[in-house]
């Protein structure tokens, strides 16, 4: 066995261990055997953190938009350089294919990057006028302080992105905790960030990284110094960041779970249809809150359809990190493969495993692609989020059902319509209680556009112009002419 590595908190530029020393094992999902370690901070290494960010606030705050640009510009330039180290780290992390995770997510991540370096010099409030006689009011736009953020262990390093890019891009400090089960990309991307923030010589204290548990995550949010908590998680630990941060009102952002619904309709061309959904609902073993999971078929093409998906699903792959031809990997960690095969071991009588239903080999955490059908609205798999590569096919009869049933679930984040039918199609986006609507497609994602959703999906936008304001706070200036 190798020697295993020793991951560290980053703190004001400095790799250090938890003040009490106490550390979490890290886990291959591969093999289920410990890999790594790191720290599991309490309260002193939050402090810590919370003051580095607190004492760089207020230079970060003051800096021009050009040289925030210039800061993400060169993180992304050196992303960029070192791809493949990084994508080590993230497999390590996660198990996903190596070449989809160099190619799906490399790429995406320096976009986001240069797209918030150029959104950092468009911040703007309305022009300068006079709404009252010897009145003239300005609007200034400005960070809101230090951001306590907390990023998942579906994407680990893409996701640590999209929080501390628009954040520190509008001016704020970050302090960010990776989930407890992939640390090892988050800590890397600090080492990257930190060797730049010295070359430009700027405060080592705008980005800190600390490793822990759900405890460590809770004395962050619950800390007296960050004005804003931001989360990507599940719906419990959103619920949790809620409560904990209206103890002293602070601001939250929180994109949370999703049961994406996939409205098929009777003249969607079935082989098209079950291609992309089969894709963006196994991919990253459905590891995603967005992925094509809960699909609704029109009863006319339903048996065609879940035939043909049924089929397309037993041609996908699982596999280890460097197997070819494998478009996912395993789930995460022990207690995800626990929930997915609970769904499944629970399924009512009704309903027909047409595809997979069990884990894959001894050793891992792998699941096959699987199929389910038969099933009721009101059943537990399609009220609530599996998170696995599950796909269920339930029948409706007509437009008005297929709305009742995809708006029938607590989560409200992303959906897709596939249809020839041009008015159909924008009915139903217009209808359907979701934050995304994609047409004949599922899953594509563009910095340039927003990503959030509704109900107990939560709420705020990341990506986009709008996911950068998040990060803002309007201040209204009057002076007496």
């Given at each position: 066995m190798s020697e295993l590595r020793t991951l560290r908190n980053y703190i004001n530029g400095e790799f250090v261990d938890a003040a009490d020393g106490r550390t979490l094992d890290i886990v291959d999902p591969t093999t289920g055997e410990v890999?790594?370690?790191?720290?599991?901070?309490?309260?002193?290494?939050?402090?810590?953190?919370?003051?580095?960010?607190?004492?760089?606030?207020?230079?970060?705050?003051?800096?021009?938009?050009?040289?925030r640009q210039k800061?993400?510009?060169?993180?992304?330039?050196?992303?960029?350089?070192?791809?493949?180290?990084?994508?080590?780290?993230?497999?390590?992390?996660?198990?996903?294919?190596?070449a989809l995770t160099l190619s799906e997510e490399i790429g995406p991540m320096v976009d986001q990057l240069r797209f918030f370096a150029g959104a950092a010099?468009?911040?703007e409030g309305k022009a300068a006028g006079e709404y009252m006689d010897g009145m003239t009011s300005i609007v200034r736009r400005e960070p809101v302080g230090v951001c306590a953020q907390v990023a998942p262990w579906n994407y680990p390093m893409m996701m640590a992105v999209w929080k501390f890019a628009p954040a520190i891009a509008a001016g704020n400090a970050v302090v960010l905790k990776p989930s407890d089960t992939t640390p090892a990309s988050t800590v890397l991307l600090a080492e990257i960030i930190g060797g730049v923030l010295k070359e430009m010589e700027l405060p080592a204290g705008i980005f800190n990284v600390i490793c822990g548990d759900r405890e460590t995550g809770r004395l962050m949010v619950e800390h007296r110094t960050p004005a804003m908590a931001s989360i990507t998680g599940s719906v419990r630990a959103g619920m949790?960041?809620?409560?904990?941060?209206?103890?002293?009102?602070?601001?939250?952002?929180?994109e949370l779970g999703g049961k994406a619904p996939v409205v098929v309709f009777q003249d969607a061309d079935i082989a098209e249809a079950v291609e992309g959904i089969s894709v963006a609902g196994y991919f990253n073993a459905g590891q995603d809150c967005t992925a094509a999971t809960r699909v609704l078929v029109h009863?006319?093409?339903?048996?065609?359809?879940?035939?043909a998906l049924a089929k397309a699903a037993k041609d996908i792959k699982t596999g280890g990190v460097d197997d070819e031809d494998v478009l996912y990997g395993p789930l995460n960690n022990a207690n995800q493969l626990k929930q997915v095969t609970g769904f499944i071991e629970r399924l009512p009588a009704?309903?027909?495993?047409?595809?997979?239903?069990?884990?894959?080999?001894?050793?891992?955490?792998?699941?096959?692609?699987?199929?389910?059908?038969?099933?009721?609205?009101?059943?537990?798999?399609?009220?609530?989020?599996?998170?696995?590569?599950?796909?269920?096919?339930?029948k409706f009869t007509d437009e008005e059902q297929a709305v009742d049933y995809a708006n029938g679930v607590e989560f409200a984040l992303a959906s897709s319509v596939w249809t020839k039918d041009h008015a159909r199609a924008m009915r139903m986006s217009r209808r359907l209680d979701f934050g995304a609507v994609w047409i004949n497609t599922h899953i594509p994602l563009v910095a340039e556009m927003p990503h959030g959703g509704f109900k107990k999906s939560g709420y705020g936008k990341d990506l986009s112009s709008y996911g950068f304001e998040d990060y803002t706070r309007i201040k209204h200036v009057m002076t007496a002419i």
């Open positions: 890999y790594a370690t790191s720290p599991l901070s309490g309260a002193s290494d939050v402090d810590a953190a919370m003051a580095a960010a607190a004492a760089a606030f207020p230079i970060w705050r003051d800096s021009t938009p050009s040289t800061l993400l510009l060169k993180i992304a330039d050196a992303v960029e350089a070192r791809a493949d180290e990084i994508v080590d780290a993230e497999v390590r992390n996660t198990g996903k294919p190596r010099r468009l911040l949790q960041v809620a409560e904990s941060a209206a103890k002293d009102v602070k601001r939250v952002h929180l009863e006319s093409i339903h048996d065609a359809f879940v035939e009704h309903a027909k495993v047409e595809a997979g239903g069990h884990r894959v080999g001894e050793v891992g955490y792998f699941y096959a692609p699987t199929v389910v059908s038969g099933l009721k609205q009101d059943d537990e798999i399609i009220q609530n989020e599996v998170f696995g590569p599950v796909i269920t096919v339930q």
